[in-house]
């Protein structure tokens, strides 16, 4: 099988990204579990552009044993220096020498001929040649450059010492047929290009920057440059993790080996998005963190019958988070259910029905439904004692400068209809709590009220929590929901039921929902 070779710019051109700054340390941590990820050559960034970032050159060159570690240059001579210097007594180093070669770039930014172009990239590359075993030659802007003139540049550039030819679509403009069409283009024309790998650099302007650099890889590349997590200048680079799990995935399509430790690139991902304070967006392939969540009811079920019906790969060949089945309101009742069966909850097919309702009923009001908020519902409703009183709808008219009044429907399963009242009192929650005992027909004294947030964020669930007493009798409820008024009046009717049905039953007692309290 051919091998590409992987050349990590994440401490370079990734560094670049707005905002970042990576600091010697960090840099090194970072490129020492690139190393463990298995990358061949690593950038370690640009040695001339400050004293900082020599200095992070040379650690990373110092810590880092087995691959290349090359530093940016312009084809200046200072710049070569500065290289030279920071790679001084590293194992492998290397130069990455670039030079523009667009007639954009030639014209306005440069101010050079195309002759010039040829000249200074010849004499950049043979004075690199003295001091480094390794070098590669970029010309910048290679995706807007003419075909014939990239070639007349390769030609001057091997014959003074290049071992690798890197043609960056610089400005992410190329489409993937395009891109791929240089490298056929240049391995046809160029004089001497069989002792040279060709490299593929691209940018995601377009969000084209890994569809770029696979046909980079079918057009006959043999490295491919990037960044992980795609971070770097603009909208980014290359995102090599996706490259190598899109090779790894489709081998049978690509036939392409890269001798990366995938199960690695989990870890590198959350060390980079760590360390550069660039979060990874959730819907992000391979590394994001909904890359593999299902949500759906029909995805989940198909999962759960086989995993192959919706994943094309495991996460843990790429080592990160199990799969998960995230349950939200387009999730169905095989997933509900074995999401409960895993938690060691035995339910009837009935409860299970009832409990799904109320799950859908919370899943409207909430983004993400957690084990707790399952553990709460379940046990909201399956405390032991009979439901009597059923709460339908409840309803507040609160304005700080108006005394709130509160208006419940509750259902009384003894008579056919529904009951409706309404009150008012010194809060919203008094108010609801008078309304309900105008139902209920049972005056309840408030002896105790607690509120805590049972899951995070702000859509959290809030769970309530009252003991209520009549006279020596005490009674402890619970009530659940995103909404603390509802859980409120949910909390309230569950003690009202438990005093009906201890009553009814000849138990006017102090019970207690929760052992030890
Ligand atoms: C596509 C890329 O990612 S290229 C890499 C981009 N990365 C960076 O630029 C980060 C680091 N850069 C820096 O710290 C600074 O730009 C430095 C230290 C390199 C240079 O700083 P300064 O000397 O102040 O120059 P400045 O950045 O303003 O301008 C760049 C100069 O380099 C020239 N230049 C640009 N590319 C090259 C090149 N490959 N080879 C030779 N000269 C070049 C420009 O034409 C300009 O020259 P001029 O001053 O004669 O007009
Ligand atoms: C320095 C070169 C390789 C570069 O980053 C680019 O052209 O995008
Ligand atoms: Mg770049």
């Known amino acids: 099988m051919r091998r590409v070779q992987f050349f990590d710019t994440t401490l370079r051109d990734g560094e670049q990204s707005p905002g970042v700054n990576l600091n010697a340390e960090e840099k090194v941590a970072i490129a020492l579990q690139l190393e463990r990820l298995g ?3 690593l950038e370690a960034g640009f040695a001339a552009a400050s004293p900082g970032d020599l200095e992070a050159v040379r650690q990373v060159s110092q810590a880092v044993k087995g691959a290349t570690v090359v530093s940016l240059a312009r084809a200046v001579p200072g710049d070569i220096e500065k290289a030279r210097e920071a790679l001084q007594g590293a194992e492998n180093p290397g130069i990455h020498i670039f030079l523009a070669t667009s007639p954009i770039h030639r014209k306005y930014k440069l101010n050079m001929t195309r002759e010039q172009v040829l000249e200074k990239a010849e004499k950049a590359v043979q004075m690199a040649g003295k ?16 075909k014939e003139f990239l070639c007349q540049v390769a030609e001057r550039v091997i014959p003074a010492g290049a071992d ?5 679509d610089t400005v992410g403009y190329l489409t993937p047929a395009e891109y791929g069409e240089i490298f056929r283009y240049m391995k046809e024309h160029v004089r001497g290009i069989e002792k040279v790998k060709l490299s593929a650099h691209c940018h995601d302007d377009l969000g084209m920057a890994v569809a770029n650099t696979l046909a980079a890889i079918e057009a006959g590349a043999e490295q491919v440059e ?4 795609g971070i770097g200048e603009r909208a980014g680079n290359t995102a090599l993790e996706e490259v190598a799990v899109a090779l790894a995935t489709r ?7 890269t001798g990366l430790h995938l199960k690695e690139i989990g870890k590198t991902s959350r060390l980079v998005s760590k360390l550069t304070g660039m979060p990874v967006p959730g819907n992000k392939a391979v590394v994001g963190a909904n890359a593999f969540a299902h949500e759906s009811g029909i995805h989940q079920d198909g999962m759960l019958k086989n995993s192959s019906t919706y994943e094309i790969l495991r996460p843990e060949t790429v080592g990160v988070d199990s799969t998960q089945l995230v349950l939200g309101k387009h999730s169905g009742r095989h997933a509900f259910q074995d999401k409960l069966q895993e938690m060691g909850y035995r339910l009837s097919e009935e409860k299970i029905d009832f409990l799904f309702s109320r799950f859908k009923e919370l899943a409207d009001r909430k983004k993400r439904v957690e084990e707790e908020d399952l553990i709460s519902l379940v046990e909201e409703k399956w405390g032991g004692e009979e439901e009597i009183f059923t709460l339908e709808t409840v309803q507040i008219s609160y304005g700080n400068r108006s005394v709130p009044t509160a208006s419940v429907r509750i259902c009384d399963h003894r008579y056919p209809q529904a009951l409706q009242e309404a009150a008012c009192g010194n809060g919203s929650i008094d108010a609801i709590f008078k309304a309900i005992d105008r139902v209920t027909g049972e005056v309840m004294h408030l002896e105790d ?10 859509d959290a669930l809030g769970e309530v929590f009252v003991k209520l007493r009549q006279g020596d009798y005490a009674v402890q409820g619970r009530g659940v929901s995103t909404d ?18 201890r009553s009814t039953a000849g138990e006017g007692k102090a019970v207690s929902v929760f052992s030890g309290s």
């Open 449 to 458: 009220y607690k509120i805590t947030s049972v899951t995070d964020g702000k």
């Open 484 to 501: 603390i008024l509802e859980a409120s009046a949910r909390a309230y009717i569950h003690a009202v039921n438990r005093w009906v049905s």
């Open 226 to 229: 990037g960044a992980i997590n």
């Open 39 to 41: 990358i061949h050559v």
């Open 131 to 146: 001091y480094f075993p390794h070098v590669e030659f970029s010309m910048e802007d290679g995706g807007r450059t003419e």
């Open 251 to 257: 081998e049978d399509h690509y036939q392409v080996a």
């Open 164 to 168: 690798v030819i890197n043609i960056p």
